[in-house]
């Protein structure tokens, strides 16, 4: 089983559109997640962290569930702007495993006209 | 927004050769970090690096690769005699301690072993 697991899409979507992103990990000592935005051969750049609680920024909605081992992403009123592969990662902290981010393959969005 | 240096964005090189990846990391960060993307594939660690030493390696980083912080800016990534599948798109990140979860990653090297 892959260690974090993602739909791979594509989504198309229009602009104005709600869609969600589901993830699952699979190693129950995860203790950090977060979502991550990459455009076409560029960086990740980190969109959110995701809380047991659920976070919201703008637009933006992450939630975790431990229990089921599950993170989701909701966006609202899609933009084009939105366009992108998100990646689901998921982290252990301790010892000397920091910053050691264990990505999924990703989510490809294309939000149209 | 300081931001996370990496040159060349462009490597292409004859399997067999040595090629040193450059990162000049956010200056206040103190932890170190080289990812890499093959093309289609996810993103995956390869190294971490603190103190002036490796914390964590994955089990792609073998003997052919190598990291160091040459001096008080920049940190490398070497390998050592290159091989077909070490074409890939090589990320540096950087993370301070106030929050060493949170990356910063470069915009990249596009390796291409030929």
């Known amino acids: 089983r892959k260690e974090v697991e993602q739909d791979p899409g594509p989504f198309n979507v229009p602009e104005g559109a709600t869609v969600a992103f589901n993830c699952t990990y699979s190693?129950?000592?995860?203790?950090?997640f977060f979502w991550y935005r990459q455009d076409c051969r560029k960086e990740p750049k980190l969109l959110m962290s995701?809380?047991?609680s659920g976070n919201e920024d703008g637009r933006f909605t992450a939630q975790l569930n431990r229990a089921s081992q599950y993170i989701s992403l909701l966006i609202r009123d899609s933009k084009l702007s939105d366009s992108a592969t998100y990646l689901c990662?998921?982290?252990?902290?301790?010892?000397?495993?920091?910053?050691?981010?264990?990505f999924g393959q990703g989510t490809i969005l294309t939000v149209h006209p | 927004e300081p931001e996370v240096t990496q040159t060349p964005s462009h490597q292409v090189t004859q399997m067999g050769q040595e090629v040193i990846l450059r990162c000049v990391p956010i200056?206040?960060?103190?932890?170190f970090y080289w990812y890499r993307q093959i093309l289609g594939q996810k993103v995956e660690f390869l190294v971490s690096?603190?103190?002036?030493?490796?914390?964590?390696k994955s089990e792609i980083f073998d003997d052919q690769f190598s990291v160091e912080r040459p001096d008080g800016s920049n940190f490398t990534l070497k390998i050592r005699s290159t091989k077909l599948e070490d074409s890939a798109m090589y990320f540096c990140?950087?993370?301070?301690?106030?929050?060493?979860?949170?990356?910063?990653f470069g915009s990249g090297t596009q390796l291409s072993v030929l």
């Open positions: 990140a950087s993370s301070g301690s106030g929050d060493i979860e949170k990356l910063f």
């Open positions: 190693n129950s000592a995860s203790q950090s």
């Open positions: 995701v809380y047991s």
């Open positions: 990662v998921v982290t252990r902290t301790g010892g000397t495993s920091y910053g050691k981010l264990t």
């Open positions: 200056s206040n960060h103190l932890y």
């Open positions: 690096f603190y103190n002036n030493e490796i914390s964590e």
